[in-house]
């Protein structure tokens, strides 16, 4: 039930040095054979590149128009990033306001939910029409999409304090701020860095969405323009590169989960 | 200062540290649940009183009503000679679950409630190192010694007790509040704890209200074993315990202990089918 050695809790046998580590290399491999597969599909079918191009079309489109490809990319990287961060500040704002009493929680929440309901590609007429085309209104989508989980999880964690550990502090004469400070705001961490992983994804979703439909810039606008010229290998450019940045941003966010809040993960390996 | 208070000679002895008056507890609203009616209960200073009683017989609402976290609807409930309207902050508490923080070092749990007192917060920062060697000391009465800076999911369920149990005395209570401490625990876990209480209830100035279901702990740990109704709870029986301290675990064994203990069942099973 307990380790009290820090190291790893598996216990590995001895191996020969020269065995290869598949779980380690697994990811490279299985993508690679996507993009195997994939090509051996579409040559054998025959499909025509303005359906289906093979993967070595994408690639050579990605090098063909790199500079495009590169330049728009950061263009959403930076819508996608801002918004998220906003979404960061305010949805631990919000959530913690929410959690902080049982009363915010049941007036807000169904408020919430109807809001988070709401398509965003259904709102970005509307910053359009207030902000303009452009970077603005990718970055307000990015924000709005992203911000509900956020709020979502740290709100649960306020809302899910034991009773016992309210009750000791309480009974030592703590006040609301100090639960709250003490106890409240950290156990919420875990949900909250938990969340960013979700956020960070569907930020991607509310900058494209609102570059593909209001913009001159970003991955979103590119290939809604390589698809008016039938130019399918760039839109499928333009897909790998937001895969990538996606995968980037992920894999950032699930070691910054992992850095702050490891406690988490290894008090619930323990139990 | 506690040992003042035996000098008030108001109405020629001193006056109880707890002192529950006639009081009803009613959960949610005039319709609500009637958890306890006409409770009546005193605890002298000092003494280690345990309560017993049926499931559901209104022990938790006890332990609430006298730590200031629930105000009765009827009657009086009297700390230190005050009467509760606030929690009071010259208790510990400790549940039957453990409710360490897991991103705190054992020590740092224990510290806890000094963040928290009135009169330790402010103190806190700028004699830290008193504190910390206050907890140190705490950590090895219950046997954990060096194990401060340990997170708590890397201690075994028994010794988060333990540093459960120092969390409530950090501050010095002059009322420590166990809830089922041991409920958890395993038979030979539980009676080493038994000892740790025993000679934390000999060493320190504190007084001690332990809930329990396991008739054997109240025995031989209590100087008072209070035994409750069943639901509305009220104190249907007082029994002082006659057994001489220290008390030994070879107590448990002897005859007039297990009849003592025999007899508590038999109340309690009166409790439980007069419900």
Sequence with gaps: MTTLDTSTPVAVPPKPAFTVNWVRLAPFLYTIGLFVIWEIGVRISGLPHTILPTPTRVFEAIIQYWSPIWKNSLQTLYTTVLGFLIAVVAGLGIGLFIGWSKTIYAGLYPIMVGFNAVPKVALVPILVIWFGIGTVPAVLTAFLISFFPIVVNVATGLATIEPETEDVLRALGAKKMDIMLKVGIPRSMPYFFGSLKVSITLAFVGSVVSETVASNSGLGNMMASAQSNFNVPLVFAGLLMLAFEGIVMYALMAWFEQRMTGWAHRSTMAN | ?275
Aim: charged share 20%; proline share 5%.
């Design chain 2, 1 to 275: 200062m506690g040992r003042t208070f035996f000098l008030c000679w108001g109405l020629g002895m001193a006056s109880p540290l707890v002192s529950i008056e006639n009081v009803d507890m009613r959960y949610g609203g005039p319709s609500g649940t009637l958890a306890v009616s006409g409770l009546n209960l005193k605890i002298n200073r000092g003494e280690f009183v345990a309560v017993v009683g049926p499931s559901g017989c209104g022990k938790s609402t006890l332990m609430k009503l006298t730590t200031g976290l629930h105000i009765p609807q009827t009657g009086a409930v009297i700390v230190a000679n005050q009467q509760v309207t606030k929690p009071v902050s010259i208790v510990g508490m400790a549940f039957q679950n453990p409710t360490m923080l897991p991103w705190r070092t054992t020590l740092e749990n224990i510290l806890l409630p000094l963040e928290i007192v009135e009169r330790h917060r402010h103190r806190l920062r700028a004699h830290k190192a008193e504190y910390v060697a206050k907890a140190e000391k705490l950590l090895e009465t219950v046997g954990l010694k060096g194990f401060g800076d340990k997170f708590p999911w890397q201690l075994s369920g028994g010794m988060q007790q333990r540093a459960n149990l120092c969390r409530a005395l950090i501050h010095e209570p002059e009322l420590l509040m166990l809830d089922e401490p041991f409920g958890a625990l395993d038979a030979f876990t539980r009676e080493e704890l038994w000892c740790v209480i025993r000679d934390l209830h000999a060493s320190q100035d504190v007084t001690i209200v332990l809930v329990t279901h396991d008739l054997r702990e109240s025995v031989f740990l209590a100087d008072k074993v209070v035994v409750m109704s069943a639901r509305p709870g009220r104190v249907v029986a007082e029994h002082d315990v006659p057994f001489e301290r220290p008390r030994q675990l070879e107590l448990l064994y002897e005859p007039a202990f297990n009849e003592m203990v025999q007899k508590l069942h038999g109340e309690i099973a009166t409790a439980r089918a007069a419900a």
